[in-house]
């Protein structure tokens, strides 16, 4: 089994219940044990601002699927809860990316992993900090990325 990390956004309609079904698919899917839920936070609309409030979690799983298998997963996810890509970074009911996965690295234009944002976006480190701490990513532990950036706009639920 292989430690991922992944990120869940929601800011449309039932956003509790789109992240926790969104869960619920994670851990009824085989090869896959969810071993991690952080809290929820609300957080301001990140790039295109101009959208309701984000609530946000992040996902500590064991997996046995490969870092492609686990994107497809993830992309099934945000399919079967009607994920629609109008705006870049726009309004939806669910995302799921992938932060990292074990010590695979990738940056080709379909999988960016450890995700190339990740450690600019305090709505990602302040759950992932919950969960793993002294996860390194890019050198350093998710605590010292954490005291890097702007946490003002994460509410924590």
Same mark, same amino acid.
């Given at each position: 089994?292989? %430690? +991922?990390?992944?990120?869940?956004?929601?800011?449309?309609?039932?956003?509790?219940?789109?992240? $926790?079904? =969104?869960?619920?698919? !994670?851990?009824?899917?085989?090869?896959? *044990?969810?071993?991690?839920?952080?809290? #929820?936070?609300?957080?301001?609309?990140?790039?295109?601002?101009?959208?309701? =409030? #984000?609530?946000?979690?992040? @996902? /500590? &799983?064991?997996?046995?699927?490969?870092?492609?298998?686990?994107?497809? %997963?993830?992309?099934?996810?945000?399919?079967?809860?009607?994920? @629609?890509?109008?705006?870049?970074?726009?309004?939806?009911?669910?995302?799921?990316?992938?932060?990292? #996965? $074990?010590?695979?690295?990738?940056? *080709? =234009?379909?999988?960016? @992993?450890?995700?190339?944002?990740?450690?600019?976006? /305090? #709505?990602?480190?302040?759950? !992932?900090?919950? &969960? +793993?701490? $002294?996860?390194?990513?890019?050198? %350093?532990?998710?605590?010292?990325?954490?005291?890097?950036?702007?946490?003002?706009?994460?509410? %924590?639920?």
């Amino acid at each position: 089994m292989r %430690k +991922a990390y992944l990120s869940l956004g929601s800011n449309i309609g039932e956003r509790q219940n789109h992240l $926790e079904r =969104a869960v619920e698919i !994670l851990n009824q899917t085989e090869n896959i *044990s969810v071993t991690g839920v952080s809290s #929820f936070y609300e957080t301001d609309p990140w790039g295109y601002e101009d959208q309701d =409030a #984000f609530l946000n979690i992040v @996902v /500590g &799983l064991d997996t046995n699927l490969s870092p492609q298998q686990l994107l497809t %997963k993830c992309q099934d996810i945000e399919s079967e809860l009607k994920r @629609v890509r109008l705006i870049h970074w726009g309004p939806r009911t669910i995302d799921v990316d992938i932060l990292t #996965f $074990e010590d695979y690295t990738s940056q *080709s =234009a379909e999988l960016s @992993v450890p995700h190339p944002r990740m450690t600019e976006r /305090g #709505f990602v480190l302040v759950p !992932l900090h919950e &969960l +793993a701490p $002294e996860l390194i990513v890019n050198g %350093k532990k998710i605590s010292e990325w954490l005291l890097e950036v702007d946490q003002t706009g994460i509410r %924590k639920i």
